[in-house]
Structures are given as structure tokens and as C-alpha cells.
Nanobody, 130 residues
Framework: QFDRVELGGGSVQAGGFLRFSCSAP????????MAWFPQAPGQEREGVAA???????TYAEPVKGRFTISRDNAKNTLYLQMNSLKPEDTATYYC????????????????????????WGQGTLVTVSS
């Protein structure tokens, strides 16, 4: 477990936007995969946006065109900008890091299961009302 802190989150009406960040001093952000995994009540965590190991960005279909993942390597900080929010986006959002998932047979960080993630953040709650 690493000390990752998500900042931001909160409550917003449908159609609104939120932005939050995850800071992890000491992590080589440019050498590991990093991603955002929301977990809705009663459901498993599923990746929605990721910087893959080789640097490319991937998004899950439900968030394409609405969410943007970015990072500042100098600040060791990962960001998620969420626009056009929908009630189904309501979840606790966790940042995650992993380094060996390609060697373990996963072609994208978004498909990595919970147990294969190296480190999780503390999570930040996002509530979208209709």
C-alpha cells in the first residue's frame, strides 16, 4: 500500500463537471501504468481511464469523449477531468498503479483485476444527481 491521496470529488448535478487528482511522491509516474477505477455501490472496481505502460491513453467506452486523464510527472500527480456527468457515474473513484500487468497477459490496465494492481489510492466519492 502506498500513500496516494485523491483530492477533489463531491456532488454535482447531471451535466456538470468535476476534476480531481491523485498525488504519490516518489512514484515514477512516467514508468508505470496509472489509471482511475470507479467503484459503484455493490459493484466491482472497473477501470475507465489509464496511462498504459508505454504511455498511450485508453478509455472505457462509457466515458469516451467525456473524461480526460492527464498527469504532471514533475509533481507526481495524476488527474481526471470528468465532463457531462451522468447519474451512472456515481461512484468512489480510486487511482491505481501497476507495473507488471503486460507481463501477466493483460493488454490494457483497464482490464487488470483488483488483485493485480500494485497500489490503490484512498478513493474520493463522486455523486451525480439527476
Amino acid at each position: 500500500q502506498f500513500d496516494r491521496v485523491e483530492l477533489g470529488g463531491g456532488s454535482v448535478q447531471a451535466g456538470g463537471f468535476l476534476r480531481f487528482s491523485c498525488s504519490a511522491p516518489g512514484w515514477p509516474h512516467d514508468k508505470i501504468g496509472m489509471a482511475w477505477f470507479p467503484q459503484a455501490p455493490g459493484q466491482e472496481r472497473e477501470g475507465v481511464a489509464a496511462f498504459e505502460l508505454e504511455g498511450r491513453i485508453t478509455y472505457a467506452e462509457p466515458v469516451k469523449g467525456r473524461f480526460t486523464i492527464s498527469r504532471d510527472n514533475a509533481k507526481n500527480t495524476l488527474y481526471l477531468q470528468m465532463n457531462s456527468l451522468k447519474p451512472e457515474d456515481t461512484a468512489t473513484y480510486y487511482c491505481a498503479a501497476a507495473s507488471d500487468y503486460v507481463l501477466n497477459g493483460f493488454d490494457s490496465f483497464l482490464s487488470v483485476p483488483f488483485a493485480a494492481v500494485d497500489a490503490w489510492g484512498q478513493g474520493t466519492l463522486v455523486t451525480v444527481s439527476s
